[in-house]
C-alpha cells in the first residue's frame, strides 16, 4: 500500500519561512518522481515543484527563488523548503509520487498572514 504523509504545514507571517516533508511508503522511492502541487482557497490546484529520479528540478514562475525542492532518497522522504513567503502561498499542499501512475497525499495547509 502507497503512503505519501505530509508533514511540516501550519501558520507563517509573510517573509518567514516553512519546511514541509513528505514521507514515502509502499514504493520503491528512488524510482519515482517526487512533486508538490497546492490548490489555494478558490483556486484550481496547481504544480508547484517537482524532483526527478535524477535530480533535476522544476519550479512554478510564482515560487522559483523563494522555494527548494529536495529529496533524501536514504530517507523516503521529498523536502519543500519555503522562504520569503507570501500571503498567496497560502493554500493545501499535496506530495506526489509519479511514474506512471501518480499517487497523492492527503495534504498540508499552509497559512501566510499579512
Known amino acids: 500500500q502507497v503512503q505519501l504523509v505530509e508533514s511540516g504545514g501550519g501558520l507563517a507571517q509573510a517573509g518567514g519561512s516553512l519546511r514541509l516533508s513528505c514521507a514515502a511508503s509502499?514504493?520503491?522511492?528512488?524510482?519515482?518522481?517526487m512533486g508538490w502541487y497546492r490548490q489555494g482557497p478558490g483556486k484550481q490546484r496547481e504544480l508547484v515543484a517537482d524532483i526527478t529520479s535524477g535530480g533535476r528540478t522544476n519550479y512554478a514562475d510564482s515560487v522559483k527563488g523563494r522555494f527548494t525542492i529536495s529529496r533524501d532518497n536514504a530517507k523516503n522522504t521529498v523536502y519543500l523548503q519555503m522562504n520569503s513567503l507570501k500571503p498567496e502561498d497560502t493554500a493545501v499542499y499535496y506530495c506526489?509520487?509519479?511514474?506512471?501512475?501518480?499517487?497523492w497525499g492527503k495534504g498540508t495547509q499552509v497559512t501566510v498572514s499579512s
Open positions: 506526489t509520487a509519479v511514474r506512471g501512475v501518480t499517487y
Open positions: 509502499g514504493i520503491i522511492f528512488s524510482y519515482y518522481t
